[in-house]
């Protein structure tokens, strides 16, 4: 089992910059493909980006794709959501989720853990 905790959260102008940290616990966090969610009120979750065990694969929902970047530290047991050029519709409260699956997903009900999620709220 791993428990993750997301931190980075804030208010932010439009065009501006955030990063988001997602800190795991337990041994075995090399062991999951890791994923960035985002939830706006009134609306369902949604996948933001995703990327394998080891790092070398990452996977972007079209709405962040060439704005944000996922990396991830597994010597730090930490996974990263860089977000740039952000706009008033990446309000959300973002979630970092685990997958022990074998593949990187992209859908909500294919992740295993997830943590309490942190606000993004980004002013026009």
């Known amino acids: 089992q791993v428990q993750l905790v997301e931190s980075g959260g804030r208010l932010v102008q439009a065009g501006g910059s955030l990063r988001l940290s997602c800190a795991a616990s337990?041994?075995?966090?090399?062991?999951?493909?890791m994923g960035w969610f985002r939830q706006a009120p009134g609306k369902e979750r949604e996948f933001v980006a995703a990327?394998?065990?080891?790092?070398?694969?990452?996977g972007y929902a079209d709405s962040v794709k060439g704005r944000f970047t996922i990396s991830r530290d597994n010597a730090k047991n930490m996974v990263y959501l860089q977000m740039n050029s952000l706009k008033p519709e990446d309000t959300a409260v973002y979630y970092c989720?685990?997958?022990?699956?074998?593949?990187?997903?992209?859908?909500?009900?294919?992740?295993?853990?997830w943590g309490q999620g942190t606000q993004v709220t980004v002013s026009s």
């Open positions: 990327i394998s065990r080891g790092g070398g694969s990452t």
């Open positions: 337990g041994r075995t966090f090399g062991s999951y493909h």
């Open positions: 989720a685990a997958d022990k699956g074998t593949a990187v997903h992209t859908t909500v009900w294919q992740y295993d853990y």
